[in-house]
């Protein structure tokens, strides 16, 4: 059974940067489509950004469209999360997942989960 334990998290100022990484353990991550999902309080868990197994595409949001980078190490086993030029807005607690088969945007089609770790954007 494959885990998935995210670091990178924390405070950090509008307009700065901020890496997320995503490392597995139990498996590799070969066959997986990973994605990055985000929750704010009050509101829905939603995709952020994904990288697909089968078709080595990817997918991101249109609110971070420019600004986050999704990639994948896999001598590392890892998937990271670049995001810049960040905002209040992009507050939330970041989660990194896991299926099998294509790119879905929706929480529900994930079935491995990590922990979650917060981010922060001062104003």
């Known amino acids: 059974q494959v885990q998935l334990i995210e670091s990178g998290g924390g405070l950090v100022q509008t307009g700065g940067s901020m890496r997320l990484s995503c490392t597995a353990s139990?498996?590799?991550?070969?066959?997986?489509?990973l994605a990055w999902f985000r929750q704010a309080p009050g509101t829905e868990r939603e995709v952020v950004a994904a990288?697909?197994?089968?078709?080595?595409?990817?997918y991101y949001a249109n609110s971070v469209k420019g600004r986050f980078t999704i990639s994948r190490d896999k001598a590392q086993n890892t998937v990271y999360l670049e995001m810049n030029s960040l905002k209040p807005v992009d507050t939330a607690v970041y989660y990194c997942?896991?299926?099998?088969?294509?790119?879905?945007?929706?929480?529900?089609?994930?079935?491995?989960w990590g922990q979650g770790t917060q981010v922060t954007v001062s104003s």
């Open positions: 997942a896991a299926t099998r088969g294509g790119i879905k945007n929706f929480p529900n089609y994930y079935t491995i």
């Open positions: 990288s697909g197994w089968i078709r080595d595409d990817s």
């Open positions: 139990g498996r590799t991550f070969d066959s997986l489509t």
